[in-house]
């Protein structure tokens, strides 16, 4: 079976690749699928969010393969306790599309320099969708959205430290490994990571729906 990754994020689809990297599914990114879903994303939750993203390009993709297809969404982000949750839904947004992820790193560190260990409590949390799309029929004959979600709870740091990683993973301190997840290897990450456990938990669910 073949699965087209709905996402413009070539850091996720890295690490998509590392995690599935035993499936003997073929994954493709929408480029290579030759689909080019970019919907708004307004919803409120990381489910919606990575809902409308898997149907948009399931519409795109009807009718493009002879065999039955599933297209995956992830919707994930940071959760900051001492910022009420942000920027949650919004971490691709937050501080500015243009903005580096240095910088927006520095400005977080900034805004909690006077926020004491234990309130400094963060997770990042993603949502997959899939979308199991039968060879010849519409989208709209696909059904709803399989979803799962997964967090990795950790602190934020008062450095920015490592260089593995993407995003927010330079200030997201691991307490258990006394690192940022930029530090650990990506093999440490994808064992333990929001997007590891969501995306295993996702082959399970689908792994059931269709046996
Ligand atoms: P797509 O919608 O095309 O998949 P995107 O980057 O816009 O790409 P999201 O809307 O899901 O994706 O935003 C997620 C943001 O949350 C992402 O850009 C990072 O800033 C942050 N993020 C998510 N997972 C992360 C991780 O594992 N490590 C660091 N930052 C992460």
Redesign the pocket.
Known sequence: MKIIFA???EN?LREIREIMGDLTEEILSMKEAGVAADPE?NGSSFEENAAI?ATACAELATGKYAEDVVVM??????EIDALGGEPGIY??RYLGHDTSYDEKNRIILERLKDVPEEDRGAR?V?AVAAVVLPAGKPAAEAGEPLITRETMEGRIAHEIAGAN?????PIFLLPEYGRT?AEISPDEKNAI???GKALRAMREKLREELA
């Open positions: 996402t413009g994020n996720k994303e993203k969404a992830d919707d994930s982000g940071l971490s691709a990042f993603c990683g993407f995003g927010y993973d997840s990571s929001h997007r």
